[in-house]
Every structure is written in structure tokens, then in C-alpha cells.
């Protein structure tokens, strides 16, 4: 069995249509040296077409080879270029002339001063929320973040900040986590996570990134096909929606109730079904909610949480008199549960004090370890 490379962790994640997070791959195949979030997208299209659109696509281990050729980038650049070049006139798509149009940056040793490096958290942020600030009203444009009030009104022009460039959050361990609060917690994987905030951009800024994403390719043929699309809602709309829980009736603008759906929909509507459940469940939501925010927060425990995942997890049978074998079996077992059923049917069985029972005719091979915190509850 051969040693799995980088090239391996990028086809997956060309299969599963995710930018690269791993930081060999990133490194590896240039992911580090874009400088938007249009640019990834440019990139990670340009390998799938490599690896797996292409006539004749190239392996996993033949990319591996090139990018270990002792020609280094400039070999690797070569390559990718004759492979493109093998395609009739016209037949490359629209990632590869832009890859030619950047290639120099490419071409560039690892760690050579004139690659150019991506702005700072810090100098994101800001240019993030001064895209974004022009959605405001007239009053509020020239005030800091902090200083937009009520909290609804800055909490939420903080996620329409991520939005505005394509961005979602992730969970956090906190009190105000965007992640949580505008549903991402329905979310089964990552997939849908990406999905959820195509949608939010979809309902916020209409065809706005679609129209974006194609200047930065600067090709004569889209990249991206569909329909030109208006925001469905401003900014004021948006933070007071959220404010009152009535989210939903903006994202009904978009994706209207009905009995046919095109294909490609499916899978948002399937989405907005289940953000539904979560955005209309009244104050406070049962902690079964907070749970699954819990689990998706990679190294925390009852003791590093803030009161409210702590509470959720505690809940559940967490606790710190627990060992870390069986922290770590429990915590597999609700990852395991949430792929099989919906967060409120496990929230009511565990109401009835039937967990266990219903656990069992979801999950294989619960521990006897597992099975006894459960059957504590």
C-alpha cells in the first residue's frame, strides 16, 4: 500500500467540491497564494479539470510526481500547461487562461519573497465589513461594528459581512456564535454548510458574487450559469427578521413553497426544511440544539465551554468525572446518532427517558460504557 500525499487530500476534496483547508495541500498546489476566496474557487476548478473533467485526466500519483520533480513549481506548471494544451482550441474552460494569466506567481519557489501574501485576519475583517458597510442606512455608515445597536442590528451586519464575500462561519465556543445563530447547525457536513451560505449570499445579494466571480476571471464564456437574481431583501429587513425569528419568510422569497422543484434545488429545500424546524422553535430551544454545537467544536470539554454548551453537554451525560475513553466513545456516539435522526426526535426520546432504546435501533456497536450514560439520563 502506497503513502497517501497531498495530491490524494485535494482529489477528495475535488470530489466533495471544498476548498482545501489541509495546510500541506494548500501549500502544495498554490491554495496559499490566492488572495480571494473567487481565486481558490478559480484554482480548485482548475485541478478538477485536471484530475477528473479533463479528456483524458491524470492520476493522483502522476500529479504527486510532478509536484516532487526536482523542477520544482516551474515543473509543475509546465506540465499542468502541456496537459491544458492537449485540449482542442476553445475546449479549456475558463480556469486555465486565468491560471495562464497568473502563472509567474505560481512558478515562484516556496517561500520566495515576491509571492504575495494574503492580507491579515485583521485587514480582512475590515475589508470585509467596509464592502458591506454600504448596505447600511445612511446613519449607522460611518460608526464602528461596535458601535451598531440594538445587538440584533450588529450581530447581524457582522454575518452579512462574511456573507457579502462568500463566506460562512464556523462553530465557535461562545455565547453569540453566527454558526449557531443563523442555523448552520442543521448543517449534516460541510457540503452543506457551503450550501446554506450560497443560499444566504443567493437571498442577500442576488446575483452580485455570481457577477463578481465572473470579473475575476475575466473570461468571454461564464463560469457560472443561472438566472440573474435581485437581493430578495435590505439590510434593515434582514437584522429585524432575524431579531423576531421570522427568517423564514425572507428565504421563502427565494425558494417559494412548492409541490416541483428543479433538480439542483432538492437538496435547499431539503436544507431550508430542517433550518425551518430550527429558526421557528421558540425561545429557549432545547439544549439537544446546543449539543450538536458542542460536538462540531473540535478539543473542548465540559470544563473549556462556555456555560451554555457546557449546560447542553452536561445534559447529555458530559460531565467532568468522566474518563476520556469514555468522553471520547459518548462523543462518537452523538456523531454517529445525528447522521441517523433529526435533532428534535432525539430531544423528545430523551424527554420520554427512551434514549437508549431509540439509540440503539440507530447506532451499531454502542459500547457498554456509552450504553450506561445513556441510560442515566
Request: proline share 5%; charged share 25%; aromatic share 12%.
Amino acid at each position: 500500500m502506497r503513502q497517501v500525499t497531498s495530491a490524494d487530500y485535494l482529489y477528495q476534496d475535488i470530489l466533495d467540491d471544498i476548498v482545501p483547508t489541509d495546510s500541506q495541500v494548500r501549500q502544495d498546489y498554490w491554495f496559499d497564494r490566492c488572495q480571494s476566496s473567487h481565486e481558490e474557487s478559480h484554482l480548485l476548478g482548475l485541478f478538477a479539470g485536471l484530475l477528473h473533467y479533463h479528456h483524458y485526466p491524470i492520476t493522483r500519483e502522476e500529479l504527486h510526481q510532478w509536484r516532487s520533480d526536482s523542477g520544482a513549481n516551474e515543473y509543475l506548471v509546465k506540465r499542468i500547461v502541456e496537459k491544458f494544451e492537449e485540449l482542442p482550441k476553445g475546449g479549456t474552460g475558463s480556469y486555465f487562461p486565468w491560471f495562464l494569466r497568473h502563472r509567474n506567481r505560481f512558478e515562484l519557489p516556496d517561500g520566495h519573497e515576491s509571492i504575495p501574501q494574503r492580507p491579515s485576519p485583521e485587514m480582512q475583517v475590515k475589508s470585509m465589513q467596509d464592502k458591506a458597510r454600504k448596505y447600511l442606512a445612511p446613519e449607522d455608515q460611518n460608526k464602528d461594528f461596535e458601535d451598531l445597536s440594538p445587538f440584533a442590528k450588529m450581530h447581524c451586519f457582522a454575518f452579512y459581512s462574511l456573507t457579502i464575500v462568500s463566506a460562512y462561519p464556523p462553530p465557535m465556543n461562545r455565547d453569540a456564535c453566527y454558526w449557531f445563530d443563523f442555523g448552520f447547525v442543521v448543517c449534516k457536513n460541510k457540503h452543506e454548510e457551503e450550501t446554506l451560505g450560497r443560499m444566504y449570499n443567493t437571498m442577500l445579494f442576488g446575483s452580485l458574487v455570481q457577477l463578481e466571480y465572473e470579473e475575476s476571471l475575466q473570461s468571454s464564456t461564464p463560469a457560472t450559469y443561472g438566472e440573474r437574481r435581485d437581493p430578495a431583501c435590505t439590510f434593515e429587513e434582514f437584522w429585524k427578521a432575524w431579531e423576531r425569528r421570522d427568517m423564514m419568510a425572507i428565504f421563502s422569497r427565494c425558494w417559494p413553497v412548492s409541490t416541483t422543484k428543479k433538480f439542483l434545488q432538492v437538496a435547499e429545500y431539503d436544507l431550508l426544511g430542517r433550518l425551518r424546524i430550527f429558526m421557528e422553535t421558540e425561545a429557549p430551544r432545547p439544549s439537544i440544539w446546543k449539543l450538536r454545537h458542542f460536538l462540531a467544536i473540535k478539543d473542548i470539554s465540559v470544563e473549556s465551554a462556555v456555560p451554555e454548551l457546557a449546560q447542553a453537554a452536561q445534559d447529555y451525560g458530559f460531565s467532568k468525572a468522566l474518563d476520556t475513553r469514555t468522553t471520547i466513545e459518548l462523543k462518537q456516539f452523538y456523531i454517529q446518532l445525528f447522521e441517523k435522526a433529526e435533532p428534535m426526535e432525539i430531544h423528545c426520546e430523551t424527554m420520554k427517558g427512551a434514549l437508549l432504546e431509540f439509540a440503539e435501533r440507530h447506532v451499531d456497536g454502542m459500547t457498554l460504557r456509552v450504553k450506561k450514560v445513556v441510560q442515566s439520563l
